[in-house]
């Protein structure tokens, strides 16, 4: 029972971690769009270029631990 409520406490931390990525993807991603969007000709600065790689990479490291978790529960080794 112990394993179960660390399961599920690691699983809400990751869903947690999931949001805040994608909202940091997803206002990175308007930022950009923004700064593009005067006659389609705007270059966005190299800070938020940096910073939508950044939340890019982080929502892709979210993407292989939800992955592994998912392996995990598929293959029993989870609940």
């Known amino acids: 029972m112990d394993k179960r409520r660390t399961w599920r406490e690691q699983e ?7 949001n805040t990525a994608t909202q940091r993807y997803d206002e990175a991603q308007a ?34 631990q939800v992955a592994r978790m998912k392996v995990e529960f598929t293959n029993g080794k989870r609940y």
């Not at 809400?12 to 999931?18: A, G, I, T, Y």
């Not at 969007?37 to 790689?53: D, F, Y």
Request: proline share 5%; charged share 40%; with cysteine.
């Open 12 to 18: 809400q931390q990751l869903v947690e971690r999931w």
């Open 31 to 64: 930022e950009l769009k923004r700064q593009r969007l005067p006659q389609g000709t705007g270059t966005p600065t190299e800070e938020c270029v940096r910073t939508e790689e950044a939340a890019r990479a982080e929502l892709e490291i979210m993407r292989k």
